[in-house]
């Protein structure tokens, strides 16, 4: 029986058959140790030597051809480099540390010591360490103090995952007093009545809530507005005013009452009104303009002895 080429080869070098490698020139893993196999493919029994430790969770390791001819040469590989620039590009996924969780174990022990239940949480220039993407995250606090009068913490930050070491960063910021205010929810024109459902109640950072900032839904709900308003933007009270039950040139009951006397007649109001307030109503038989008081939709009181006034 004749034999091939290859099978005279493997015949001949049977050893270098087995170990005929090829460089992985991009990489994945997910392990805290680098393995041969990790870096060359075709490693044989030789794939799961440790080499050493892995990049950090996101974080690459660059193995050039010096240190890969190295590699194969110590553990009995054939390899040689094509060019001098062949390497193995190694990365190892990671995702950060949320500041959220932070946040919420930081207040947690905060309100043990002290800090204000509406108080808002600054972390300046926040570093979040990153983690191994799969990996179960457990955070802890070392050394937490807190100035209460001037607001300020410091504590070292302990990150545990599996698949690498334990980090400890150090971490500072502010405790900041908030205010309650309430934001329009949508854009509100001039002249709108406001609803429940165009506003919402939350808390920002009192510094930054101007002095007559409407704090309660009572204090809005039911008034209108004397000036747009822009969705996320703090409702202003001085923006507000009752709005009107009596409109300008609408047609209106005007009545008169005494004691054993009642009359109403027919009217026309000549300017806006809320509820409450006066404005200037002509009588549509005499024509006389008089002074009266809004009193509910489309109606007016006219006084006893009202003088009539000049248009």
Not at 289 to 303: C, F, K, L, N, W
């Amino acid at each position: 029986m004749k034999l091939t080429l290859a099978a005279l080869l493997l015949l001949a070098c049977p050893a270098w058959a087995q170990e005929m490698v090829t460089v992985k020139p991009a990489v994945i893993i997910d392990t805290p140790t680098l393995r041969l196999g990790d870096i060359f493919a075709g490693a044989g029994a030789r794939a799961e030597v440790v080499v050493g430790t892995s990049p950090a969770p996101g974080r690459r390791l660059v193995v050039e051809a010096a240190q890969l001819s190295a590699l194969a040469r110590m553990h009995g590989l054939t390899w040689r480099p094509l060019t001098a620039g062949e390497r193995s590009i190694i990365e190892r996924p990671g995702r950060p540390v949320p500041q959220d969780e932070v946040l919420e174990l930081l207040r947690g022990d905060l309100l043990r010591l002290g800090m204000p239940a509406e108080s808002e949480l600054e972390l300046p220039n926040f570093a979040a360490p990153v983690v191994p993407v799969a990996a179960l995250l457990n955070l802890g606090l070392e050394g937490l103090v807190f100035d209460a009068a001037q607001g300020r913490f410091a504590a070292t930050l302990v990150v545990m995952a599996e698949g690498m070491p334990s980090q400890r960063l150090r971490i500072a910021g502010r405790a900041l007093a908030t205010a309650p205010v309430v934001v329009a929810m949508r854009r509100l024109g001039l002249g709108d009545v406001i609803r429940p459902s165009d506003i919402r109640v939350t808390r920002l950072r009192a510094d930054r809530v101007r002095p007559g900032a409407a704090e309660t839904a009572d204090q809005v709900v039911g008034q209108q507005l004397r000036r747009p308003m822009t969705e996320g933007l703090p409702v202003m009270t001085g923006d507000l005013g009752p709005p009107p039950v009596v409109a300008k040139n609408a047609l209106v009951v005007m009545t008169l009452e005494a004691p054993g006397l009642s009359l109403t007649m027919q009217g026309r109001a000549l300017a806006d009104a809320p509820q409450g307030a006066l404005l200037r109503v002509e009588n549509l038989e005499s024509h006389a303009v008089v002074e009266a008081q809004a009193i509910a939709p489309g109606r007016v009181r006219v006084a006893i002895g009202a003088v009539p006034v000049i248009r």
